[in-house]
T-cell receptor, first 115, second 116 residues
Framework: TQLLEQSPQFLSIQEGENLTVYCNSSSVFSSLQWYRQEPGEGPVLLVTVVTGGEVKKLKRLTFQFGDARKDSSLHITAAQPGDTGLYLCAGTSPTGGTSYGKLTFGQGTILTVHP | NAGVMQNPRHLVRRRGQEARLRCSPMKGHSHVYWYRQLPEEGLKFMVYLQKENIIDESGMPKERFSAEFPKEGPSILRIQQVVRGDSAAYFC??????????????FGPGTRLTVL
């Protein structure tokens, strides 16, 4: 069974601070996706990283996929109150077998950015 | 461009009743995944379906739960004889083709099931 360990579980910071959320596994993933989920809503896809070592930027958000494709990080620069929410990482299993395509989710990071 | 649609958004059932959750994938998407989010837990995979076929049901409880994705109409997740432990948010996601590592899944708003 593949597992994704996400940390920290909770993060409370002031507006303007930087933060990093980590997602680690002992297993290799074909790709890793980051989602943001608001209360009462479904996860919204932020980014997909596929290649080991890949870095993607989305405005103030920077996503990185580890060289071995076992870990990923999300870095937010100059956090704003609008960034508050639940952030989830999810990995897609490598090809082959019946696990093909399904997502394995981390436990999530609840981010609160105070004005 | 409508996204993934799920209904109902909220469903209340008494123990022993049946719950039917519906999911209409995004236009052009023929692959549907169901996930369950229990209180204080992350999302857990339940089942992966294509039109008229169940591809992977390794995350489905062996009893009382079933899923289908008919040729016409939405995908249905059916829970028979619900128990309080079934109370959770159930999410459907759709993908344009079989997950090849880079294929993205787009989630619906979820159905919140409460079992009294």
């Amino acid at each position: 069974t593949q597992l994704l360990e996400q940390s920290p579980q909770f993060l409370s910071i002031q507006e303007g601070e930087n933060l990093t959320v980590y997602c680690n596994s002992s297993s290799v993933f074909s790709s890793l996706q980051w989602y943001r989920q608001e209360p009462g809503e479904g996860p919204v896809l932020l980014v997909t990283v596929v290649t080991g070592g890949e870095v993607k930027k989305l405005k103030r958000l920077t996503f990185q996929f580890g060289d071995a494709r076992k870990d990923s990080s999300l870095h937010i620069t100059a956090a704003q109150p609008g960034d508050t929410g639940l952030y989830l990482c999810a990995g897609t299993s490598p090809t082959g077998g019946t696990s093909y395509g399904k997502l394995t989710f981390g436990q999530g990071t609840i981010l609160t950015v105070h004005p | 461009n409508a996204g993934v649609m799920q209904n109902p958004r909220h469903l209340v059932r008494r123990r022993g009743q049946e719950a039917r959750l519906r999911c209409s994938p995004m236009k052009g998407h023929s692959h549907v995944y169901w996930y369950r989010q229990l209180p204080e837990e992350g999302l857990k995979f339940m089942v992966y379906l294509q039109k008229e076929n169940i591809i992977d049901e390794s995350g489905m409880p062996k009893e009382r739960f079933s899923a289908e994705f008919p040729k016409e109409g939405p995908s249905i997740l059916r829970i028979q004889q619900v128990v309080r432990g079934d109370s959770a948010a159930y999410f459907c996601a759709s993908s344009p083709r079989r997950g090849t590592g880079s294929d993205e899944q787009f989630f619906g708003p979820g159905t919140r099931l409460t079992v009294l």
